[in-house]
């Protein structure tokens, strides 16, 4: 079975500041890799995703991430962050085995807060 | 525009009550799910739909129910057997075929218990 960990629940930051949001996954077969945000009382928008090809994804709202197999890692990243990029933010990874089609595995999400 | 509809954006519910989530999409998508999210919890996985009339369980589908009569639709009942059932409920939808279609989200339904 696949599972993904995001390793931080909160992350404060300052505005304009680098931010990393880490998220480890574990599966036995190649995955697929995709970054959710959720703002307040708001469903999940796409962020980014990662099928094949450049490890380096880049995504809406200046974020990107870097997906690496050996580590099993897919963080996040945005290197100035702003006050409306405060949110909740969830890691998800679905896998390539017959049978599992559909399905995301998401972490617990990482709540990303910034301050003025 | 394109996207899932979901109602009502608040729901209460009372003791020995079933309840019914709408969830309606006009995306022309195949696949279906609902999830439950509780604070902290991350999303859960209730149950999934791939094609009219066929739904599967997912990971927590004790004490709920759902159809899939039409496409662009996938109702979910909260049933009198979900002892907890305080929760902000998720409908989402993928395109295509194959794990690698990304989810399109509904701006969810937040269930209360009077």
């Known amino acids: 079975a696949q599972s993904v960990t995001q390793l931080d629940s909160q992350v404060p930051v300052f505005e304009e500041a680098p931010v990393e949001l880490r998220c480890n996954y574990s599966s036995s077969v190649s995955v697929y890799l995709f970054w959710y945000v959720q703002y307040p009382n708001q469903g999940l928008q796409l962020l980014l995703k990662y099928l094949s090809g450049s490890t380096l994804v880049k995504g809406i709202n200046g974020f990107e991430a870097e997906f690496n197999k050996s580590q099993t890692s897919f963080h996040l990243r945005k290197p100035s962050v702003h006050i409306s990029d405060t949110a909740e933010y969830f890691c998800a990874v679905s896998d390539l085995r017959g049978g599992s089609n559909y399905k995301l595995t998401f972490g617990k999400g990482t709540l990303l807060t910034v301050n003025p | 525009d394109g996207g899932i509809t979901q109602s009502p954006k608040y729901l209460f519910r009372k003791e020995g009550q079933n309840v019914t989530l709408s969830c309606e999409q006009n995306?022309?998508?195949?696949?279906m799910y609902w999830y439950r999210q509780d604070p902290g919890q991350g999303l859960r996985l209730i149950y999934y739909?791939?094609?009219?009339?066929?739904?599967q369980k997912g990971d927590i589908a004790e004490g709920y129910s759902v159809s899939r009569e039409k496409k662009e639709s996938f109702p979910l009942t909260v049933t009198s057997a979900q002892k907890n059932p305080t929760a902000f409920y998720l409908c989402?939808?993928?395109?295509?075929?194959?794990?690698?279609?990304?989810?399109?989200f509904g701006d969810g339904t937040r269930l209360s218990i009077l």
């Open positions: 989402a939808s993928s395109g295509g075929t194959g794990s690698s279609q990304p989810q399109h």
């Open positions: 995306l022309n998508h195949d696949a």
């Open positions: 739909s791939q094609i009219v009339n066929d739904f």
